[in-house]
């Protein structure tokens, strides 16, 4: 039978546009698909070419962040993420309590709690048979569980979520009775009364959990995994003039997001470029425009673009220099490209140490990144044929993991296996 299927996402364009394949594979296979999420990402979901659910009101999480200096990303131990590449025996319960203490109050329950009541009232009207959920959109959990419907996480990067929390239920269960805070399962818990249920550890990992990290990268927690092939969705693309014709010499990408550049200012970048300026390469920078602004010169081996396709850029590229975002490191890995990681936080650290471990690229701690050092990483990643060979290795794991269209019978069987709401639709 076709399904009714909801993917719900908080408000950030980067979780959302991961989803868009699955989405439109479901689509194919003739199931209703639609998208909820806060009204700021109406015409993003629109214009990709799905039905987009408006619910709730706008979070303001970045306003908050910036005015209160919650989070600050040059801070790589921050609890409850910040060891996630530690040893589990090294990572305290005080840590990881002290980590929900930050992250349950001004993050998840600031993105989540201004669409929470008006997605649960949607999905009451609307019944999907599944909901697919980005990791940190526990709406979407509380309102399947409100409906009865199959419901699971969509990762975006490693599932240090999953790992950490799976470490704290094993130190919350050493502790004596009276020191077992769960911040997360109390805020859940409460909402989840709210609209008639109760809290279980499906509301943190979902029934299951779809991840797009190769086996070989990933950080796998105790759950049901579903592997599904990265496919690069940038939203709107367009090929330019430029990348149309073969590159003349060695082409590096260098793409840094939104952080880096902000929190570290011109400075650093100019130092990068300047120390790379003699270096017989084409550097394709994809960095916006007020970015470029802010340095004193622009070597003559670098190309401003604003913004490019990486899934047409890096398969003409000998190497990416990259902040370690999911997105960028799952292109480059799919493509084969050697990487040199620049990592600040989260999951960025754990992909970053994972693929040089493979011998798929080097890594800088973004705070010592350094114009000689880059220079000197960049120079081994373009000299020694092994970075090569083993990014592609990755990229032919990532090729043999199921694509959207073959996961969809998958997502069809655990939907249908909810007879209780299937028939309630009925």
Known sequence: MALRVLIATVAEKPHFLGMVPLAWALRAAGHEVQVASQPMLTEVVAGAGLTSVPVGRDHDFWRVVRRYSLFDVLERDI????????????????????????????WWRVVNEPMTADLVAYC????????????VTYAGAIAAQAVGAAHGRFLWGADIFGRMRAH????MAERPPGDREDLLG???????????????????????????????????AEAVRLPLRFLPYNDRAVVPEWLRTPASRPRVCLSLGISAPERHGGGQLQD?????????????????????HRLRRVPDNTRFVGFAPLHALLPTCSAIINHGGWGTVCTALLYGVPQLILPNWFDQPLLAARIA?????????????????????????????GFRTASRAL??????????????????RLAEARPAHAQSRA
């Open 79 to 106: 609890p409850p993420f910040g060891r996630a590449t530690a040893p589990l025996d090294t990572i305290s319960w005080d840590y990881l309590k002290e980590g929900y203490r930050r992250v349950v109050p001004w």
């Open 357 to 385: 471990e493979r011998g798929a690229g080097l890594s800088i701690p973004i705070a010592e990144a350094t114009g000689a050092r880059v220079r000197g990483h960049l120079l081994r990643l373009l000299e020694e044929p």
């Open 168 to 171: 704290f239920l094993r130190l």
């Open 272 to 292: 990068m470029l300047d120390a790379c300026a003699d270096l017989d390469v084409e550097i394709v920078a994809t960095l916006p425009p007020e970015q470029r």
């Open 186 to 220: 109390a805020w859940l818990g409460a909402h989840a009364a709210r609209h008639g249920g109760a809290f279980s550890e499906e509301l943190t990992r979902g029934q299951f959990t779809i991840d797009v990290i190769p086996p070989s990268l990933g950080v796998h």
């Open 124 to 135: 009451r009207a609307w019944r999907p048979d599944l909901v697919i959920w980005g990791p």
């Open 395 to 412: 990229g032919r794991d990532m090729r043999s993991l199921p694509t959207p269209n073959a996961l969809v019978p998958r997502l069809e």
